[in-house]
């Protein structure tokens, strides 16, 4: 009974998992730690020790792991992505945790992606204000004394992994990308320590996601309780964690997370190019490509205007469908997947029932994604064979029917797709499977799948394009934009 830990720090809390080889949990435990505007720019990692240690420590003593104790094989971790902390000789953090979120780094990441630009004007080069390189940049030219003592920039994921295991310096594909790694060529470009105010040596060493490390360090088992052989390995970024947990892993499959936003990330054999940025390419661990966007419309609409009669208006939309309304129910001002728009807004037919709107809005989502796969299947010059779900949408069945026939594909909805069973699956990865693609065959688990009908497919096929020449006349796409 192989078993395998995974681990999420994410913005508020730390969850792990203890997972079997068929994809069962066998526990779970988690502990919140507060969110504030600070801790959005900056948080502890000695909070995020505690809590993943207080955590670990439940889960190990939970009267399920107690059985299958030395079954546990590897662990990995997963955390946000941009999120970097410096490090000392000791390994000690010089600072907090500077996080993804925190927006102070405007100057530096203009600087970094004009950098970028004219000295390796090759795989990703949109250095914003979420990405861990421009993070960088900024603490030294914020904290010239403290960056003097920097032995090693970490990202999120990797200080936790190098606590259990005690071994440092050392990253994965998904992490390092943000932070100037060229993912094509497997290594640090020179601009990154010549151009810019880095060294060298402050970079980490970057493998493979998945790939064994270390073990758990003396002082960790004997305080957890764990094995001396539970493998440790590098670990990934929170999104691509979800991907592998949605089953969306090997080329031609794709996963829609519809939550607040709608992510599309999916796999392919080729790297993406996208000349205005709105899909960028994760190197997958198996050496394929893993490119993604994110919208700005997704389901927050229906926490706001609905959420009171979710169950009465899902049965409704089932007598409503297909509705023939055009909606968009964009919340903010600007788009930018799978188009970009600064001036975008929301708009809905006047005069509509609380259901009709409701039902309008589901559609317009699912239009949206079919235009996001038809750009997808342009730019990649590959087919998209199997849409994967997550997100709150997810648990609307009348909004899986809408969307598999707007997209005339298949839908699967996985049992869990949480970051932290994603990093579960990749530690069993390359440590008991032969690779990361066998491993979510067979933990992987799928609760529902829907299929499209020819007569709905048919109207949503009308629908949609009326959708497409609508978004036309207000100037949100263009003609030769379309797929």
């Known amino acids: 009974m192989a078993c395998f830990i995974g681990i999420d720090i994410g913005t508020q809390g730390a969850r792990v998992v203890l997972v079997n080889k068929q994809g069962t949990i066998l526990g779970q435990e988690e502990q919140i730690f507060p969110l504030s505007d600070e801790s959005r720019e900056e948080q502890s990692p000695a909070e995020w020790w505690e809590a993943c240690y207080n955590s670990l420590l439940r889960l190990v003593s939970s009267d399920g792991a107690k059985q299958v104790l030395n079954d546990i094989v590897a662990l990995s ?24 979120s925190d927006k102070r780094s405007v100057t530096q990441a203009k600087l970094c992606t004009n950098t970028a630009l ?39 994921a990797d200080y936790i992994t190098g606590l259990l295991s005690d071994v440092w310096g050392v990253t994965d594909y998904t992490n390092a990308f943000k932070s100037g790694y060229d993912v094509s060529e497997y290594y640090w470009p020179e601009y990154l320590y010549t151009k810019l105010p880095l060294k060298k040596e402050w970079l980490p060493e970057v493998v493979s996601s998945g790939t064994v490390i270390g073990t758990v360090s003396k002082k960790t088992a004997r305080a957890l309780g764990l094995p001396l052989t539970v493998k440790v390995t590098v670990g990934l970024t929170d999104g691509c964690a979800s991907q592998i947990a949605s089953g969306a892993i090997s080329p031609g499959q794709w996963n829609t997370t519809i939550g607040t936003t709608m992510v599309i990330k999916g796999v392919t054999r080729k790297e993406v190019a996208d000349p205005l940025g709105r899909l960028y390419s994760h190197r997958h661990p198996a050496g394929y490509w893993m490119p993604g966007g994110a919208s700005n419309t997704g389901a927050d609409w229906v926490s706001n205007n609905f959420a009171a009669k979710l169950t009465q208006l899902n049965q409704e939309a089932k007598d409503l469908i297909p509705t023939g309304y055009i909606s968009y129910p964009l919340r903010q001002e600007g788009e930018r997947f799978p188009f970009i728009a600064a001036k975008a807004r929301g708009f809905e037919p006047e005069g509509l029932t609380e259901a009709e709107r409701y039902t309008a809005n589901m559609e317009g989502v699912a239009y949206l994604e079919r235009y996001a796969y038809e750009l997808i299947e342009q730019l990649s010059g590959e087919q998209v064979t199997a849409v994967y779900t997550a997100g709150g949408a997810s648990n609307s069945d009348v909004w899986l029917i809408i969307r598999s026939n707007v997209l005339n594909k298949p839908i699967y909805k996985m049992k869990d797709v949480s970051g932290a069973v994603g990093a579960a699956i990749l530690a069993s990865s ?32 009308n629908n949609y394009q009326r959708f497409l020449e609508m978004m036309r006349i207000k100037g949100f796409i263009k003609e030769e934009a379309d797929a």
């Open 77 to 100: 971790v997963t955390s946000t992505s941009g999120t970097v902390i410096p490090l000392d000789a000791d390994h000690k953090p010089l600072h907090n945790a500077i996080m993804y």
């Open 118 to 156: 004219k000295y390796h004007n090759q795989g990703y080069t949109a250095f914003n204000i979420s990405s861990g390189l421009a993070k960088m940049v900024w603490f030294g030219d914020t904290y010239p004394d403290k960056a003097k003592n920097i032995a090693k920039w970490v990202h999120a």
């Open 430 to 461: 390359k440590t008991f499977f032969s690779d990361i693609v066998q491993a979510v065959k067979q933990m992987v688990l799928v609760e529902k799948e829907v299929h499209p009908t020819d007569s709905l497919t048919k109207n949503y096929e």
